[in-house]
């Protein structure tokens, strides 16, 4: 395996970390809207 061989497996492994830690971000975000909105139902309600 040649240098741009490595770099581009390498900077390929990289962009999927990315994708994977902004889809984290994005469920955790989501997550704790939906906390928060149950939240606030239930004191509405109650």
């Known amino acids: 395996?040649?240098?741009s061989t490595i770099w581009k497996s390498f900077t390929n492994?990289?962009?999927r970390l990315r994708?994977?830690?902004s889809l984290l971000?994005?469920?955790s975000n989501f997550k704790k809207?939906?906390?928060s909105t149950l939240l606030a139902g239930a004191l509405l309600a109650g």
């Open 25 to 27: 971000k994005e469920t």
């Open 33 to 35: 809207g939906l906390v």
């Open 19 to 21: 994708i994977k830690l």
């Open 1 to 3: 395996m040649d240098n």
């Open 13 to 15: 492994l990289i962009s």
